[in-house]
């Protein structure tokens, strides 16, 4: 079985799942970083709220 990991996606306005998806895999020059926890930003709080038009679903996290 693959290894997976969870990302919080935002499906719609005010709706968020928990889906699970493939570890990548990453060349010899890269590195994997695992994130235990992230916070989200005021445009994804935006997004959420559907006050931001967003193409869904999204997966967001550049705040890592």
Known sequence: MKKEMRCA???GRRAVELQRFPIPEVDDDK????IEACGICTWE????T???NAAYPLIGGHEV
Request: charged residues 15%; without cysteine.
């Open 45 to 48: 709080q935006r997004v959420f």
């Open 31 to 34: 590195i994997l970083v695992k």
């Open 9 to 11: 996606v935002f499906t």
């Open 50 to 52: 559907g006050s931001i």
